[in-house]
Nanobody, 124 residues
Framework: QVQLVESGGGSVQAGGSLRLSCAASEGTLSTYTIGWFRQAAGKEREFVAT????????YYGDSVKGRFTISRDYARNMVYLQMNRLKPEDTAVYYCAADRGMGVRTGLRSYEYWGQGTQVTVAS
């Protein structure tokens, strides 16, 4: 079992950057595929990015490709989401999620464990 804690959210101007962190208060992240999802007010939760357990495979949602980067720090037991060139439409609560399976996962139902989320607000 793993307990996930997100941090790094905040308010930023359009064009700015933020780095979100996903930490495990319990468990080892390297044994899980990790995904980032987001949910804007009044909308469904959507896939943002995922990284395999070994870190050799990543996959991104179309709306963030080329702007966001997901990465792992095995020594610190962390997963990061670097978000550059932020847009107002990136405003949402961002969640990290963990799945025991191999490879990468894009579907919400693939993930067993979820954090509480961190708010990102991008002002125009």
């Amino acid at each position: 079992q793993v307990q996930l804690v997100e941090s790094g959210g905040g308010s930023v101007q359009a064009g700015g950057s933020l780095r979100l962190s996903c930490a495990a208060s319990e468990g080892t992240l390297s044994t899980y595929t990790i995904g980032w999802f987001r949910q804007a007010a009044g909308k469904e939760r959507e896939f943002v990015a995922t990284i395999s357990r070994s870190g050799d495979r990543t996959y991104y949602g179309d709306s963030v490709k080329g702007r966001f980067t997901i990465s792992r720090d095995y020594a610190r037991n962390m997963v990061y989401l670097q978000m550059n060139r932020l847009k107002p439409e990136d405003t949402a609560v961002y969640y990290c999620a963990a799945d025991r399976g191999m490879g990468v996962r894009t579907g919400l139902r693939s993930y067993e464990y979820w954090g509480q989320g961190t708010q990102v607000t991008v002002a125009s």
